[in-house]
């Protein structure tokens, strides 16, 4: 089936007819943009299914710590490092925010605890765009009144050129078409 699977097209297809209308076919294109809950619960059984190393059909803390934490953590807080030792304390927010999912008390997370975060494991095309803006804002806005004038603009060509156009968008994997 290519790059998608049928539980994904499934899942889009939220009338069910078998086929996808124009809402659902952008809705299989960007999950994470989607108000479908269906496309939502399936995103997070595709975490968990990358996740899951054991294969046991769940995320244990190893998985959660080792996969899934940097994903959903503050990367402004202090102490943050991108190699991890579970046996010391830095795994401490770590343990707070899997037993805060951990809902049933089990020790693993389903898919179905994963739903809280999912806009953190998948961010949408909004966030990604209110992200630019924002830097955008910040780079080119000389009076610092958080609006950009035309003046501003046309001063500060070179904001909008590395925002549009990165040179390291096709390094890193992900795809952002915001500005496009």
Known sequence: MGWWKEEHFN???ADGDGVLNLTEFN?????????NPKLHQWLCM?????????RDGKVNFKEFFH???DLVRNYDEEGHSQ????NNSMDAPARVLFSQLDKDGDGYLSDVELLPIIEKLH????????QQADYIIS???EDKDGRLTL???IENPYVFYSAIFNDDEDDDGDYHDEFR
């Open 67 to 69: 996969g899934l934490f």
């Open 27 to 35: 809705d299989f294109l960007h999950p994470a943009d989607s108000k």
């Open 151 to 153: 003046t501003e603009m």
């Open 139 to 141: 780079q080119a806005d």
């Open 11 to 13: 899942a889009s297809d």
């Open 123 to 130: 961010p949408s095309e909004h966030y990604y765009a209110k």
């Open 83 to 86: 190699t991890h030792d579970s």
């Open 46 to 54: 595709e975490e968990v299914r990358e996740r899951d190393t054991d």
